[in-house]
């Protein structure tokens, strides 16, 4: 049978457990409530346990010690152990240095808010700094070679630029064609049921018209470069970030920026406003033939379309497919250039670039709206 003494006194202001025997699972219930009203009704400013006359100990044992370090220090008072035998040190150690069995600070609401949330601030406003700091790096060092670029063309990486225009170009259109007629199609589809209890199914071409070349050829062909291109370059970038080659022609002397990123933004910037019209010349192809299956001839329709579209409206979508194609391959390569390391690291990079180059240019959108509100185009 298991047996298990203790002994408790107070010497001064120290109270002395001392234990003898086997200090085990099937023997701790003995002394376990015992000892700890003990000390917290006495209240010692040291406790002591000599457990030399300990023979057999195990981790029962171990977390009893633990119990009464734990809330000596919890108190900010002293604790001591003494006479443990040589076979159970690894099994103390080992529960200290892993903290088992230490107790976990007791947390509320105002512990979070006082002690976590301005630590959660801070780091939040440290990440977003050091995030604007290397966007404005990069849009820095992206300027200085495109003027270099256009003070000497012949720096230009011509081939890259090319094969980069066919990737995000000529292979996109089919996609583009696509979805321009379908939008178009639909659009016309929807406005002309309604309308067509007025009398005003013709005001269609207007409304698909001006919706078009105004705002949906750009910001539709704009989302598919997002989805399309935009991921493609920080896939190509970020995996010769993770295999190291961007480093290597860093070592090289060889710009990134320049070498890289420079023949992508303007292969993009380029085609964007193609692209765009592409758009547009299929979506009014759909509003077409859904006015001449309502009985409307085709001449009618492009009437109607060159009286209502003028060509500030033209125009003014193809500046915003310009700024917004340079937008996507720009958040596109800077996603790519920034990939760290490990295994879904390309992954969040594609995620990010899709999901920023769409937010940017929704607000870019926003921004053109109201300027050409005032200026009146």
């Known amino acids: 049978m298991d047996l298990l003494s203790q002994t408790i006194q107070m010497n001064g202001t120290t109270c002395e457990i001392n234990i003898a025997g086997v200090l085990n699972h099937s023997t701790i219930h003995e002394i376990w409530d015992s000892s700890i009203k003990w000390v917290h009704n006495e209240k010692p400013n040291r406790v002591l346990i000599d457990v030399q006359n300990v023979h057999t100990c195990d981790a029962a044992g ?7 370090k734990h809330r000596q220090e919890d108190l900010g008072l002293d604790f001591v152990l003494r006479g443990l035998k040589e076979d159970f040190r690894y099994l103390y150690e080992i529960s200290t240095s892993t903290q088992l069995g230490k107790k976990e600070k007791s947390k509320n609401f ?3 808010l ?25 849009i820095g060092e992206f300027t200085v070679s495109f003027f270099q670029a256009m003070v000497s063309p012949k720096t230009i990486r011509w081939k890259d630029l090319f094969r980069t225009a066919e990737n995000a170009g000529v292979n996109a259109f089919p996609i583009i064609a696509l979805i321009g007629f379908l ?3 639909i659009m016309s589809f929807q406005s002309a049921i309604p309308m067509q209890k007025f009398g005003a199914e013709i005001f269609v071409a207007n409304l698909v018209g001006l919706s078009l070349f105004r705002e949906l050829g750009p910001l539709m062909t704009a989302f598919i470069l997002a989805g399309r291109t935009g991921s493609a370059f ?13 480093d290597a022609l860093s070592t090289m002397g060889l710009s990134p920026i320049r070498f890289l990123v420079l023949p992508r933004i303007l292969a ?3 085609v964007s406003p193609l692209l765009t019209l592409i758009f547009n010349l299929l979506g009014l192809c759909g509003g077409a033939l859904v006015l001449y299956s309502f009985g409307f001839p085709l001449v009618t329709f492009i009437n109607q379309i060159v009286s209502a579209v003028r060509l500030t409206d033209l125009f003014g979508g193809i500046i915003k497919s310009i700024v917004f194609g340079a937008t ?3 958040v596109g390569c800077y996603e790519g250039l920034r990939t760290t390391n490990g295994a879904g690291a390309v992954g969040s990079a594609t995620t990010r670039a899709v999901v920023s180059g769409i937010i940017y240019v929704a607000i870019l959108d926003g921004v053109f709206s109201i300027a050409y509100f005032y200026l009146g185009i």
């Open 62 to 68: 171990i977390a009893f010690i633990l119990e009464h």
């Open 110 to 112: 105002f512990h979070d």
């Open 114 to 138: 006082i002690m976590d949330k301005p630590e959660e601030i801070g780091e939040f406003v440290f990440n977003r700094y050091s995030d604007f700091q290397s966007r404005m790096s990069f």
């Open 183 to 185: 939008l178009g199609l």
């Open 234 to 246: 920080a896939a190509e970038l970020g995996t010769m970030k993770v295999s190291e080659e961007i």
């Open 268 to 270: 993009t910037t380029l």
């Open 328 to 330: 996507v391959a720009s």
